[in-house]
């Protein structure tokens, strides 16, 4: 509530600027001529010039953000005067902030002209950030293909889009090794106690390879779930299992997707059905596309012939 109070407050002060600035122009032909600035910087070598030439005809002071120490109000001229450009980091508002007709799309801007309309001066994000005292912009947003953190342990992953859908490209490894003559757990509520093999029973096989995980342990406990058919493979209520938060456990019939979207043969709805009943082999060349081409001599590898392997969907599948 407060961040959007102080949205609405940012708005109005523009408008207020861009009111008194036309004034300012109907006077003298021209608008204050400051080719950037933040109008409450610290230190501002402009405090008697530029945007300042307002006060005190004009307007009594100029307003400052809510958060002065993290944004400010920036202006913007050209060289001349004939055109000016104000903007506002708004925190929440960003309906408001991508719907004006600025170029930069975490900020509200205003142009010259009474309708905020004419030739515009284009500022970037990056440089409005830059202008901002103290401020750190967000991080750019998360697209799959990017690498993933799993932030219960700050290991990454490789991750790639197939149709629709977006897998991670490398084996998981989280929790705690325990050999391999041991069963798993199925409680998975800490890292410690979450229980993977490793190939050797040797932790370094598990940073190279990934680990090994019992159905049970990798469900943590919960019950399988087919999904609901073509139009939402996906479990009503996904199970995270041991994956990262915000990832789950594939479905049965999101791995009938997956199987589709590979797909090229033509008659890839009764190549793949949405049903549990089907079986024996499908398909054509669908794991070929799935697979890393990579032949045993190098490493990780598949023995040879490594027959269709073509990985042409970049998911690299290894043996297990």
């Given at each position: 509530i ?11 002060d ?13 006077d003298?032909n021209?608008?204050?001529v ?16 530029g945007?300042?030439a307002?006060v ?5 002071s100029?307003?400052k953000d ?6 400010c109000?920036y202006?913007?001229?050209d ?7 104000l903007?506002?980091?708004?925190e ?5 902030s ?7 799309s975490s ?8 309708t ?10 990056d440089?409005?950030a830059?202008?901002m005292?103290?401020?750190?912009p967000?991080?750019?947003?998360w ?6 953190t ?5 290991k990454?992953?490789a991750t ?17 090794m ?6 798993q ?28 995980y019992?159905?049970?342990q990798?469900?943590c ?5 087919n999904g609901?058919?073509?139009?939402q ?5 996904p199970v995270?299992?041991i994956?990262?938060?915000?990832w789950h456990?594939p479905?049965?019939?999101e791995?009938?997707?997956?199987e589709r979207a590979?797909?090229t ?10 049903d ?11 794991g070929?596309k799935?697979?890393?081409?990579t ?12 027959e269709g392997a ?11």
């Open positions: 407060r961040a959007k109070a102080r949205d609405a407050k940012r708005v109005e523009l408008r207020q600027l861009q009111t008194a600035l036309e004034m300012y122009y109907s003298y021209h608008y204050p400051w080719t950037s600035g933040c109008l409450n910087a610290s230190g501002s070598p402009l405090l008697s010039g945007a300042y307002l005190p005809d004009y307007m009594g100029l307003p809510p958060l002065p120490n993290k944004y109000y202006y913007q001229s060289s001349i005067g004939a055109n000016f450009k903007a506002a980091y708004l929440k508002d960003t309906e408001k991508q719907n004006d007709a600025g170029t930069a900020y509200y801007e205003v142009y010259q002209g009474p905020g309309s004419g030739s515009a001066i284009n500022i970037d994000n440089t409005l830059a202008a005292p103290g401020y750190v967000p991080p750019p947003s697209a799959c293909g990017d690498t993933l799993d932030d219960r342990d700050n990454t992953y790639v889009l197939i149709g629709t859908q977006c897998w991670m490209a490398e084996h998981l490894n989280y929790g705690t325990t050999a391999g003559a041991n069963n757990g199925s409680d998975c509520p800490s890292v410690a106690e979450t229980e993977k093999y490793c190939y050797g029973d040797t932790e370094s096989s598990c940073t190279s390879d990934g680990a090994l019992q159905w049970a990798a469900m406990g919960a019950a399988s779930c609901t058919g073509e139009s493979p996906a479990c009503t209520t995270q299992g994956c990262p938060n915000g456990i479905s049965h019939y791995y009938t997707a997956l590979v797909c043969s033509g008659t890839c709805a009764t190549d793949f059905p949405y549990t009943s089907t079986t024996g082999w499908r398909g054509t060349n669908e070929g799935l697979k890393g081409t032949i045993c001599g190098l490493y990780p590898c598949w023995n040879s012939p490594n073509t990985n042409s969907s970049g998911f690299t599948a290894w043996a297990a």
